[in-house]
């Protein structure tokens, strides 16, 4: 049955799942999913016996089990243990597969002592271990720290060398938070009250065996569904810790399912080691080779970094992070001047930012627009990059109103008013995630008003790169800042500038505040801004949404054929353990 494992290695390294969000500090984040199917696969088969092959010459488990017994009537005579209350019989409903020829089905509480105490005198040296100590990996394993038995005796979980704990609430105990106790302080410990201990009656066990048994799959899927109490207190209870059916093989085979385990969480390891690796060097490529686009010095030379690029594309395009790398260099080329070709009969930028004058004495002269303190002139060292001939640098306060966003008039808010909020745009691609009504957010807190095709951009950090261009009038948080440029400045240009790779790490650089970390007017009004003609706007505007449709085009195959394999990945372990 192992030969399931190896055979679909490529299977379990391809399937990957992204993990994303919406909210506040969310980025695109892909998991080994495969890997972690994997990982759960080899549980599930192993206390299933179909990991490790049968010995026929092994001693049964039966013979086990009345060797247990007889261990366990020895302590209690000796009055090292308790007598418990024997536990109910194990139904056929119960056993949820067929058993191996020399196993047997039994219960924790059966072939251990659970929740024991120790004995110790309070001045010698113990092994301390919260919660926090014990690890989810298959060994078990956990860190300690050494207090006195006496300060820690009172209050707390006892455990000694070779008990199994299983960590007994949420989230941990789905996370599969559980420990074989090692090398502990003079043999014993204790530590969290949030867990069970199952200590083996003498050396009839392998607790390793055991630990596999608990991290299994089913056993945390069964125990997910029986928890009790409040959200965020749930907790498996003792008497399914002690009672559930657990599926005993002879003792021989679990030191060979141990060993077999352990081999093959190598090979995970190594395995997932291989695609971080691959992942790493995959991404520093397509970074290093983007570059040579933003850093080509002239036309020829940008066209003939293209063209190595676009013969490599299909080995460089292959995940959802390469894709966005790609989209914010095709930003950062526009915003350049390198996307789309100068036309010599534009109208230079300098004319513009003329009409953009013209346009802000005579708004000023009508009372529509409050004059502002002058910005500074743009030094040469502040320009991040050259532009093409015809271009100027202009700052973001003197082509736009930002910072003068027109304030909501008393009963101007109807039921039918769109009112938007940082958390109705998605995160990297701007895209409006849901369009809310006042009748729907009646919120009373202070808001600025924007009209069609506006600009809204939110200036609060992790959202500034959050930037739309309103299809409708509107109402928006006081986060937001709705803004729109003079003269002839298209609103998608702006936009596609807001969300340059340049602007952001300004953006970034100028934040302020430590629980709300924002952009300040002042600072964002001195941006600087590539101005070039109206015609050329249209023309980036246009090749930016071209480029950026084959981008996502691209990224939904990419996208589809992540799913695939992660279904493949589920068909392969629903068939294994079948």
Request: hydrophobic share 40%; net charge negative; proline share 5%.
């Amino acid at each position: 049955m192992s030969d399931v494992i190896t055979d679909n290695l490529a299977v379990w390294t391809a399937a990957i799942e992204k993990k994303s969000a919406a909210g506040r500090g969310s980025n695109n984040k892909q998991t080994a999913y495969g890997i972690k199917k994997l990982r759960e696969l080899i549980l599930e088969l192993a206390v299933r016996g179909k990991l490790v092959p049968q010995d026929p010459n092994d001693e049964p488990a039966g013979v086990l089990l009345e060797k247990i017994a007889e261990e366990k009537a020895r302590l209690i005579k000796e009055g090292k243990i308790k007598k418990q209350k024997a536990l109910p019989e194990i139904g056929e409903d119960e056993k949820l597969f067929e058993l191996q020829d020399g196993w047997v089905w039994t219960k924790l509480g059966n072939i251990s002592e659970i929740n024991p105490r120790n004995v110790a005198e309070d001045e010698i040296d113990a092994s301390f271990i919260p919660m926090s100590f014990i690890s989810n990996s298959h060994s078990g394993s956990h860190d300690q720290e050494i207090r006195t038995w006496g300060l820690i005796k009172k209050g707390y979980t006892h455990f000694a060398d070779s008990d199994i704990g299983l960590a007994k609430i949420t989230p941990c105990f789905e996370n599969g938070k559980a420990a074989v106790f090692s090398n502990l302080k003079n043999g014993i410990g204790a530590g969290t009250t949030e867990l069970h201990i199952a200590r083996p009656f003498g050396n009839t066990l392998n607790p390793r065996y055991i630990l596999i048994f608990l991290k299994a799959p089913q056993f945390l899927l069964t125990g997910e569904k029986i928890m009790t109490g409040t959200a965020g207190q749930k907790r498996v209870p003792k008497d399914f810790f002690a009672g559930n059916p657990l599926p005993l093989p002879p003792l021989s085979e679990q030191h060979r399912i141990v060993a077999k385990v352990d081999e093959l969480m190598v090979l995970c390891d190594q395995l997932e080691q291989q695609q971080t690796d691959s992942i790493v060097a995959h991404q520093t490529l397509v970074a290093t080779l983007l570059q040579t686009l933003t850093d080509s010095e002239n036309a020829e030379q940008l066209a003939q970094n293209w063209t190595i690029l676009s013969d490599h594309f299909g080995t460089l395009f292959t995940t959802e992070p390469s894709i966005d790398q790609l989209k914010q260099t095709l930003l950062q080329l526009a915003v350049m001047g390198k996307l789309a070709p100068q036309d010599p009969n534009d109208e230079p930028a300098g004319v513009l930012l003329e009409k953009i004058a013209e346009e802000k004495a005579r708004l000023i002269q009508e009372g529509k627009l409050k004059k502002q303190k002058a910005l500074p002139g743009i030094e040469e060292d502040e320009k991040p990059f050259e532009l093409p001939d015809g271009w100027a640098w202009g700052r973001l306060g003197n082509v736009t109103n930002y910072g003068v966003s027109d304030k909501v008039e008393p009963n101007s808010v109807t039921d039918s008013t769109w009112v938007l909020e940082l958390e109705d745009v998605e995160k990297v691609t701007s895209k409006i995630l849901k369009k809310v009504r006042y009748s729907e957010r009646n919120f009373k807190s202070s808001k600025n008003c924007f009209r069609k095709n506006d600009v809204i951009y939110g200036k609060l950090r992790p959202y500034l790169d959050k930037v739309l261009v309103a299809d409708e009038d509107g109402v928006c948080t006081t986060e937001m800042i709705p803004l729109r440029g003079f003269a002839k400045i298209n609103p998608f240009y702006l936009r596609l500038v807001m969300k340059s790779p340049f602007f952001i790490r300004y953006a970034n650089d100028s934040t302020h505040g430590m629980n709300l970390p924002r952009m300040g007017t002042d600072k964002a009004r001195m941006a600087l801004f590539p101005i070039t003609s109206e015609s050329e706007q249209h023309r980036i505007v246009a090749k930016v949404d071209e480029l950026m449709a084959l981008c996502d085009q691209l990224k939904a195959k990419i996208s589809q054929a992540q799913a695939t394999q992660i279904l493949l990945a589920d068909a392969i372990v629903e068939q294994a353990i079948a």
